[in-house]
């Protein structure tokens, strides 16, 4: 039986090439409670309805950290499944709200790779992602730098 495959090898990246990630997740309120509870992050507006009616958007906010999380997880089918490390996340950028039920969907645009100088059998693929939501806003966006061994 052959083993479970996941991920792409250094070779499979292209410079420029927009993979548009299958993967998404709405986000139910029982996930924002548990990962606000998990990483002590108890700010009243990611758990608490009586003081967000008086904030900004008048419901309950994602902790962000949990859409970056969840960005990242949808993008290891295609982009780290097969990653020695992840060496670097750069530029995290908050685009936009998120709110309990939303979807969240993900593409990422490879924009550079190269071999290591260290091992040749290896290379780091630089890449930028982007999170958006059901009705394609934009939500966060990151750059990070994934080892990947070569074929």
């Known amino acids: 039986m052959k083993a479970f495959e996941l991920g792409n090898y250094f070779e499979d990246f292209k410079v420029g090439e927009i993979i548009n990630h299958s993967t998404s997740k709405t986000i139910f309120e029982s996930d924002n409670n548990l990962f606000s509870l998990l990483t002590m992050n108890h700010h009243p507006v990611h758990t608490n309805l009586d003081f967000v009616k008086d904030h900004q958007h008048k419901k309950i906010l994602v902790v962000g950290t949990l859409v970056f999380s969840l960005a990242v997880g949808i993008t290891v089918p295609d982009i780290s499944g097969k990653a020695i490390a992840n060496l670097e996340y750069e530029t995290v950028k908050h685009l936009g709200p998120v709110f309990i039920n939303d979807t969240i969907y993900a593409k990422t645009k490879i924009l550079d790779k190269w071999i290591t100088k260290s091992n040749?059998?290896?290379?780091?693929?630089?890449?930028?992602t982007i999170a958006y939501n059901q009705k394609k806003q934009p939500v966060l966006s990151f750059r990070r730098k994934v080892l990947i061994p070569k074929k």
């Open 120 to 128: 040749n059998t290896r290379g780091i693929v630089y890449v930028e």
